[in-house]
């Protein structure tokens, strides 16, 4: 019989490429996770992962077990939130983690909402980016990921969550005062190709935004300032340190006395936003009204 705390371990090995990463994850000992590994692979008759020193990959006869793992968590998932919604579910504790600007767009907005919907459930907030907002729902250390879509990210039909659509946003071009394009209407970023440029860290989902613009525009940017605060950012783009493409919201309060800031010309760069949880989960009764408010806050952001 396969236990279903091994198929988790088995996934978190999958997603993390080594044992100490998955054991960290999930609060575990390396000893631990390579112990139940070898009683999973004891326990299925087959080997499961190679060991290299670059990490951990699994075997063809993992692959094929981690694509039942998938649907077996799933399933849980769903038994779990059946079994919530008996016993009515109506209170508790939702723990979501969002990246700053989602935070104050639509994770605020809708603790609002669900205060006053239902005042039963309690939302715990943890600050992440979004790359790392969705590994932390699969490891299951939150409820709820408010994320954005980035090279490499979870396709939407990924068997191990479920993701529901919040808003997009366009990316404005940030320029220093005296840049020569300041007086420009519209700003297309090929005509900054020229440019030094300021831009969140690799990793982060906005830094691949930007790079892929500035490939789509048959560039490659030179990034000399590198922060993922874009209040930094833009005080770079003040300076006269170099341009850069910021979020439209993240602008929002932000001081701009030193900087123009002019919409991209042609089709812009686009942050979209989700909320995601496991896959089998969306139905819980605590989750369901979660996700109902964050879209209700996410509507006037379009």
């Given at each position: 019989?396969?236990?279903a705390r091994?198929?988790?371990?088995?996934?978190?090995?999958a997603?993390?490429?080594?044992?100490?990463?998955a054991?960290?994850?999930l609060?575990?000992?390396?000893?631990?996770v390579?112990?139940?590994?070898a009683?999973?692979?004891?326990e299925t008759?087959?080997?499961l992962?190679?060991?290299s020193a670059r990490?951990?990959?699994l075997?063809?006869?993992?692959?094929i077990?981690?694509t039942h793992?998938?649907?077996?968590?799933?399933?849980?998932?769903?038994?779990?939130?059946e079994?919530?919604?008996?016993?009515?579910?109506e209170a508790?504790v939702v723990?979501?983690?969002?990246f700053?600007?989602?935070?104050s767009?639509?994770?605020?907005?809708?603790?609002?909402?669900?205060?006053?919907?239902t005042p039963g459930?309690?939302?715990?907030v943890?600050?992440?980016?979004?790359?790392a907002?969705?590994?932390?729902?699969?490891?299951r250390?939150?409820?709820?990921?408010v994320?954005v879509?980035?090279?490499g990210?979870?396709?939407?039909d990924?068997?191990?969550?479920?993701?529901?659509?919040?808003?997009?946003?366009?990316?404005d071009?940030?320029?220093?005062l005296?840049?020569r394009?300041?007086d420009?209407?519209?700003v297309?970023v090929?005509?900054?190709a020229g440019?030094?440029w300021i831009?969140?860290y690799p990793?982060n989902?906005?830094?691949?935004?930007?790079?892929?613009?500035c490939?789509?525009a048959?560039?490659?940017?030179?990034?000399?300032?590198s922060?993922?605060?874009?209040?930094?950012?833009?005080s770079l783009?003040s300076?006269?340190?170099g341009?850069?493409?910021v979020?439209?919201s993240?602008l929002?309060?932000?001081?701009l006395k030193?900087v123009?800031?002019?919409p991209?010309?042609?089709?812009?760069?686009?942050?979209?936003?989700?909320?995601?949880?496991?896959?089998g989960?969306e139905q819980h009764?605590?989750?369901?009204p979660?996700l109902a408010?964050?879209?209700?806050?996410a509507a006037p952001q379009?």
């Amino acid at each position: 019989m396969i236990e279903a705390r091994r198929l988790h371990i088995l996934r978190a090995v999958a997603d993390h490429r080594t044992v100490t990463a998955a054991a960290a994850a999930l609060y575990l000992t390396p000893s631990a996770v390579s112990q139940q590994l070898a009683a999973l692979e004891q326990e299925t008759g087959h080997r499961l992962v190679e060991r290299s020193a670059r990490g951990v990959t699994l075997t063809a006869a993992g692959e094929i077990l981690l694509t039942h793992a998938n649907a077996v968590l799933a399933q849980l998932e769903r038994a779990e939130s059946e079994l919530a919604a008996y016993g009515s579910g109506e209170a508790g504790v939702v723990t979501v983690a969002a990246f700053a600007t989602g935070i104050s767009l639509v994770v605020a907005p809708a603790i609002t909402g669900l205060a006053a919907s239902t005042p039963g459930i309690r939302v715990r907030v943890r600050d992440a980016e979004g790359d790392a907002s969705l590994v932390m729902v699969l490891d299951r250390q939150v409820d709820v990921a408010v994320a954005v879509e980035y090279r490499g990210a979870p396709r939407a039909d990924d068997p191990r969550l479920t993701r529901v659509p919040l808003y997009a946003e366009p990316f404005d071009a940030v320029l220093p005062l005296g840049h020569r394009l300041a007086d420009a209407a519209q700003v297309a970023v090929a005509d900054l190709a020229g440019d030094p440029w300021i831009g969140p860290y690799p990793g982060n989902p906005c830094h691949d935004v930007v790079v892929l613009a500035c490939e789509y525009a048959g560039f490659e940017p030179r990034l000399e300032h590198s922060s993922d605060d874009f209040r930094a950012v833009v005080s770079l783009a003040s300076a006269a340190a170099g341009v850069a493409l910021v979020p439209r919201s993240a602008l929002a309060d932000l001081d701009l006395k030193g900087v123009v800031v002019r919409p991209v010309d042609g089709v812009a760069p686009t942050r979209r936003v989700f909320a995601a949880v496991r896959r089998g989960a969306e139905q819980h009764p605590l989750l369901r009204p979660v996700l109902a408010a964050l879209q209700e806050a996410a509507a006037p952001q379009g």
